[in-house]
């Protein structure tokens, strides 16, 4: 059984770009959530997908947007990319909506913007 | 709006005491609480959890308890070991909500 996998596990990106990140769920799991984590900070809630459908979005602008694949793998797509963008972006995979216990987390992509 | 919060950034603790970490929230509507523990280059990992149902819950080492009327959860670890020394979140979600709302995580060095 595979954890919770993110690529790339680093990025450098100047404003205005556009970046795609990549979670791979652990085996089995239906639902990602997507989360930015702001140095200092605890993790925010960005969105959550469940079985390829957008089930909940936090207080994002639309520039943040996803997508879930049948295979249960996710992307992080982030528009026009902006200086508070910079942030360590994490991905947790679970069996089912509220399963918040066995919820694993990924490493984390950690993105600069310049 | 930090619903959910963490006011001490650090905490240092010898090795063998007790470790009591703080959260306090202010939606009185969360049901559900965690705690989850970080170490560098690691994603968070779950420790343990408590439903508003209950005033504490206990595993192993680590012990949560909930005071609901002071909106108030702690952790506590005993007894502290060094493999402990890592960036510890609490987390609280609303019935039915998808998102878990984090606090701003304290540090916590276990001194030998």
């Known amino acids: 059984e595979t954890g919770v996998t993110q690529s790339p596990t680093h990025l450098i990106k100047t404003r205005g770009q556009q970046v795609t990140l990549r979670c791979s769920s652990q085996?089995?799991?239906?639902?990602v959530s997507w989360y930015q984590q702001a140095l200092g900070q605890g993790p925010q809630f960005i969105f959550q997908?469940?079985?390829?459908?957008?089930?909940g979005r936090g207080n994002f602008p639309p520039r943040f947007s996803g997508l879930q694949f049948p295979n249960y793998s996710s992307e992080l797509n982030v528009n026009a990319l902006e200086l508070d963008d910079s942030a360590l972006y994490l991905c947790?995979?679970?069996?089912?909506?509220?399963?918040?216990?066995?919820?694993?987390f990924g490493p984390g992509t950690r993105l600069t913007v310049l | 709006d930090q619903q959910v919060k963490q006011n001490s950034p650090s905490l240092s603790v010898q090795e063998g005491r007790i470790s009591i970490l703080n959260c306090d929230y202010t939606?009185?509507?969360?049901?559900?609480f965690l705690w989850y523990k970080k170490y560098p280059a690691e994603g968070p990992t779950f420790l343990i959890s408590i439903s508003s149902i209950k005033d504490k819950n206990e595993d192993g080492r680590f012990t949560v308890f909930l005071n609901k009327s002071a909106k108030h959860l702690s952790l506590h670890i005993v007894p502290s070991q060094p493999g402990d020394s890592a960036v510890y979140f609490c987390a609280a979600s609303l019935q039915g909500a998808q998102k878990l709302v984090f606090g701003q995580g304290t540090r916590l060095t276990i001194n030998p």
């Open positions: 939606n009185s509507m969360f049901d559900y």
């Open positions: 085996s089995g799991h239906n639902t």
């Open positions: 947790a995979s679970s069996l089912g909506r509220f399963r918040w216990d066995e919820q694993f």
């Open positions: 997908y469940y079985r390829e459908e957008e089930n």
